[in-house]
């Protein structure tokens, strides 16, 4: 693509935050501290997950870039930066989510294959830009199409990063068309992230947004969109971030068997403890956030002191000051909730958190009942361990 390339080295990687979580330098991914999930509702770029597959891409001159929009459809086109802000600006405040979260904690079961991300691969951000189904009307497809004259059912996303699993081609994802020209999906070509231009760890210049869906669908640093007939035959469409049984190992896996993961499922992750933490005897306080994809929001969050025997339902917030409702049009239906509860804790116990959202969905029990090879989606039960310890004073 003119003015946007995908090096072939690491030489020219952006400076990252100091207190990121590195779990692979090349390519780059990374997650913040849990606690710095709970210290405010909109995630700070910075401390935002880094997921990569390879070199970060540069952009050598922006006034050359464009996106190729082609395909099955009758007027294909090429976008300029300035043409997409030419059309109208939407805000959507929107969670991704990478399908790898909480991935550690599975491995503790059985190990699997992949980015070992502890539970902060996950971020909320103000995402600003033009909405997709505005896009697709340049080149002649109207909203709520479900399939073009010319046969076109899926929009594919194709990105400048070249990753070793396509071979050194580019990463791609698709969604179905009647997603991406649904105005009420909200799916943008993001240009801004938190009110600021976008940062080449997140995509700059251009991005898909797809809220409520798997991170890896959210292809950054976009260089092309293609109407096509059936869904994207990438790698990370056709033989990743799919859920399998328990049963299915690397000897008898048949990809084709399974669709793959689009809407990811409930999940809450208490962040105000580490996994195993010493607190003193007294009140403390339990905080953490709860999502739920395909724009469900989060009817309940409960609490538990003593290992899931008895629950207590916690606060949960989204802007301070006005009341967070699962469904109603003041709160932002694609983003997380945080949520907080405060107890005693006499003796050394584990505390237990677990969501429901609006459509009654909560979280299983165990993890080994939703163990699959490639460690994704684990949403059970979010369990940490404290010890009580005597104070010093």
Known sequence: MPGLRGPSNYSQEPSRHQSLKINAKVPFNAEPPRSALISSYVTPVDLFYKRNHGPIPVVDDIERYRVSISGLVEKPKELSIADIRKLPKYNVTATLQCAGNRRTAMSKTKTVKGVGWDVAAIGNAVWGGAKLSDVLELVGIPKLTTTTPLGGKHVEFVSVDMCKEENGGPYKASIPLNQATNSEADVLLAYEMNGETLNRDHGYPLRVVVPGVIGARSVKWLDSISIIAEECQGFFMQRDYKMFPPTVNWENINWSTRRPQM????????????????????????????????????????????????????????????????????????????????????????????????????????????????????????RVHVQVGHSNL
Request: hydrophobic residues 40%.
């Open 263 to 382: 809407d990811f499922p409930v999940q809450c992750v208490i962040c105000s403890l580490e996994d195993v933490d010493v607190v003193k005897h007294g009140k403390i306080t339990i905080s953490g956030y709860a999502v739920s994809g395909g724009g469900r929001g989060i009817e309940r969050v409960d609490v538990s002191i003593d290992g899931g025997k008895t629950w207590e339902e916690a606060d949960k917030y989204q802007k301070t000051g006005i009341p967070y409702i699962a469904d109603d049009t003041s709160s932002d239906k694609w983003a997380w909730v945080l949520f907080t509860a405060t107890a005693d804790i006499p003796k050394s116990t584990e505390i237990v958190a677990k969501a429901v959202d609006m459509a009654a969905n909560v979280q299983p029990e165990n993890v080994e009942v939703i163990w699959n090879l490639r460690g994704i989606l684990n949403t059970s039960w979010h």
